[in-house]
């Protein structure tokens, strides 16, 4: 009788295994395949811009974008956000829904890595005083994994702004604060237009910050906040906030 018992869970074991042993091969295929498509994405539709060393240079655009393209696979494009000397190179997109795009890629296809995406109650364009912009925490790195470096002062002077680039103008975003918050925090509030409510919710931000940055803001104008997920406590996510400034070129 032991005998049979033990040969029961030994196969009962060896089944689990195999489950796990597959279930794990799948996510590391699922991981693969979405870094690749995005590292394609980049090779496909945007392009280096070229440096001639004159003044302004770290100041010049990085990169462009074919728009056109992109929003023939998929009219959801909203945007590209991108960070020199960091893995964040990414096309965004805008759904109906904050659902749809955390378990699909830019092109619809289904993936644990989601897409970088705007929150669904935002205007389209950017156009609030204050827009959200979502990416997972990936066990890779992908995606939104690194917004935590910028906790540490020295990453963020090395990384002080990010690219986004849009269909209709491209901006610097100039970071001027980052922490970790819960995810039912104020820091969620999407704001319309500028209003006395929105300037506390700036000094909030700014009071919060793991990082102190040299950045004049400007209440009346537009900005961004970047979240991803963060595990010191249950619900907590990093947030990023970043003050566009748009780019009119050298």
Request: hydrophobic share 40%; aromatic share 14%; proline share 4%.
């Amino acid at each position: 009788m032991d005998g049979k018992v033990r040969r029961i869970l030994m196969a009962v074991f060896g089944i689990t295994f195999v489950i796990s042993s597959v279930a794990a091969l799948r996510i590391v295929y699922e991981y693969h395949s979405a870094d690749a498509l995005y590292e394609e994405s980049a090779a496909v539709y945007t392009r280096e811009e070229n440096k001639d060393g004159g003044p302004g240079e770290e100041d010049a655009i990085p990169i462009s974008v074919d728009f056109a393209a992109l929003q023939s696979v998929n009219e959801d494009i909203a945007a590209w956000i991108f960070c020199e000397g960091t893995d964040i190179n990414y096309p965004v997109v805008q759904g109906e829904d904050n659902d749809f795009y955390l378990g699909h890629t830019y092109d619809k296809a289904v993936s644990r890595s989601g897409s970088i995406f705007v929150e669904a109650l935002n205007a389209p364009g950017f156009a609030d005083s204050n827009t959200l912009i979502y990416g997972h925490h990936m066990k890779n790195g992908s995606m939104f994994a690194t917004l935590r470096n910028w906790s540490d002062q020295a990453y963020y002077e090395e990384h002080p702004m990010f690219w986004l680039l849009t269909p209709g103008q491209d901006y610097q975003v100039l970071l001027f604060s980052g922490y970790t918050t819960a995810a039912t925090s104020d820091a969620y509030t999407v704001f319309r237009g500028p209003c006395r409510e929105f300037d506390d919710y700036l000094q909030a931000a700014l009071a919060e910050s793991d990082f102190s940055a040299d950045v004049e803001i400007d209440p009346a104008g537009r900005f961004v906040m970047l979240s991803t997920c963060e595990y010191s406590f249950q619900d907590a996510r990093y947030v990023l906030h970043g003050m566009l400034v748009p780019y009119e070129g050298q």
